[in-house]
């Protein structure tokens, strides 16, 4: 059996158990299971309860072996003390898929406890994702975590060895990246299914294009390697490596129970594979993101569009200090360029407007020349502030509001929303038209109208440091892929 047709009782439910919940909302299985039905789940939920005959609205069971219907998963966040018993209960039932979130056991020394699940688990041939994890996220409708946040529907897949790691980025994606999801997957201390069997059901799964990896230790280290060198090769796969000090050491040990691997190790990997090592899970979740959204640079030449100079030069030294070139454009393409800018701007590249209140011609004009030049592989840009930034502009005292001019400011940047948004369709066409990577840059969040629609459409939009490490990390991997093609 493939793996991925093993794990089709955590990714594909339709009926899903839950130990835990009861009609105190805040309880960690209420949680859980309230959050599964607010991402859009349109299967079944039964909570297994001792003693309520329902909870939240739905017939409860005293014991699992009482419900009349074959159950694919069942979620348990209970007392360690219970779950033993509890699965001996799901095996009679013939449950083959449980997400343990429950801890308290071998991350705090419980090594016997530990192993009796794992026996009871292969007694009755049942997986466990976990214990001591924090669930699972499979788009579009399935969101068993405590975070409220359930992503859109995307090709990222994410394994952690973190539970924080694995759910707690769902607020950044869903206010400032706007990163589009196939699976996320925590996997705790790891009992009968690790990170290795993850990652070959991710191989196989036509939903992911792009893997990223929290990771802190790996009990098979052959196997790894190998699988990450084969599908790196088709997937990227992004690494952050995590308790790597001794300190961070000793904290992994503690909450997943993990022997650490030295941060040397990982960079040997990273060498070995073309995987792509990062510094922070920010770097890793755009990266993650930008490749699943927009195409890999052919080359290292990036242009640099902007409306200030600082940033335009902070852009093109992290660039040329890492393998990519600004360059010079030529005298043609200047030319060119030059009838649709400022006077005072600098067509020499980056492209820098300082100023300019004719957004057709920095959003649609200049990047389209740009984009269909052979000079240049990647457009990054800078410098958008948005229609909040009208709407700031014009919260003034009281005395104030009904001048002429604070009202024809405010109505301007009413109206300049849509207007943004005709402009933007064009740079969504670009990137299909030219095949090249574009990234916009500017300091605003998901809660700006024209970012959201950008990202939701397959344009990152970054802070400007963050959109230039993305580039060069996809410029890496584009390198890497054209190695091995030679």
């Known amino acids: 059996m493939a793996k991925l047709d093993e794990f089709n009782g955590f990714f594909n439910p339709k009926i899903v158990a839950f130990y835990g919940a009861s009609n105190m909302l805040q309880k960690f299985g209420s949680i859980h299971l309230t959050n599964l039905l607010s991402a859009g789940f349109q299967g079944k939920v039964i909570p297994i309860h001792p003693k309520e005959d329902e909870i939240l609205g739905f017939k409860a069971y005293k014991n699992i072996k009482d419900v009349p219907d074959h159950v694919d998963l069942v979620v348990m966040a209970i007392n360690p003390n219970l779950i033993i018993n509890f699965l001996e209960d799901c095996g009679h039932k013939g449950v083959k898929h449980v997400i343990i979130l429950s801890g308290g056991f071998l991350e705090v020394g419980n090594k016997e406890a530990q192993n009796k699940m794992k026996e009871v688990a292969e007694k009755y041939k049942i997986k466990i994702m976990g214990p001591n994890c924090s669930g699972e996220v499979v788009t579009p409708s399935i969101n068993i975590t405590h975070v409220p946040w359930p992503p859109r529907k995307g090709g990222v897949s994410i394994i952690s060895q973190s539970g924080t790691y694995a759910v707690q980025p769902l607020i950044a994606i869903n206010t400032k990246i706007g990163m589009g999801v196939s699976k996320i997957i925590s996997v705790g201390n790891e009992v009968n299914t690790d990170l290795v069997d993850y990652l070959e059901a991710l191989e196989e799964d036509d939903e992911t294009t792009s893997i990223g990896i929290y990771f802190e230790a790996v009990r098979r280290g052959k196997e790894f390697i190998e699988l990450v060198n084969r599908i790196n090769k088709k997937k990227p796969i992004v690494i952050i490596p ?74 093109s030294d992290l660039f040329e200090s890492n393998g990519m070139k600004v360059p010079l454009l030529s005298k043609d393409l200047q030319e060119e360029l030059k009838p649709w800018m400022p006077d005072t701007a600098s067509t020499i590249n980056p492209i820098d407007l300082t100023y300019s209140d004719d957004m057709q011609n920095f959003l649609n004009v200049l990047p389209e020349i740009l984009l269909k030049s052979d000079e240049i592989d990647a457009l990054i840009f800078y410098g958008l502030m948005g229609t909040e930034y009208f709407k700031n502009l014009v919260d003034v005292p009281d005395y ?87």
């Open 242 to 315: 995590i308790g790597q000090t001794e300190a961070g050491s000793r904290s992994a040990k503690s909450h997943t129970a993990a022997i650490t691997s030295p941060g040397y190790v990982i960079d040997s990997i990273c060498e070995q594979t073309g995987a792509i090592r990062v510094r922070n899970s920010i770097d890793m979740l755009n990266l993650l993101n930008a490749f699943d959204s927009i195409p890999l640079p052919k080359g290292n030449r990036v242009a640099i569009l902007t409306l200030g100079g600082g940033p335009g030069t902070l852009m």
């Open 400 to 486: 104030m509001k009904d001048h002429d001019s604070i009202i024809t400011m405010k109505n301007f940047g009413e109206m300049m929303e849509d207007f943004f948004i005709a402009l933007f369709d064009e740079i969504i066409e670009f990137k299909e038209k030219y095949k090249k990577p574009i990234i916009l840059t500017c300091y605003n969040t998901r809660e700006e109208k024209f970012v959201a629609y950008l990202q939701d459409r397959g344009i990152p939009v970054y802070y400007p440091e963050e959109g230039v490490w993305t580039l060069i990390r996809m410029w890496q991997y584009s390198k890497f892929l054209q190695s091995i093609n030679k």
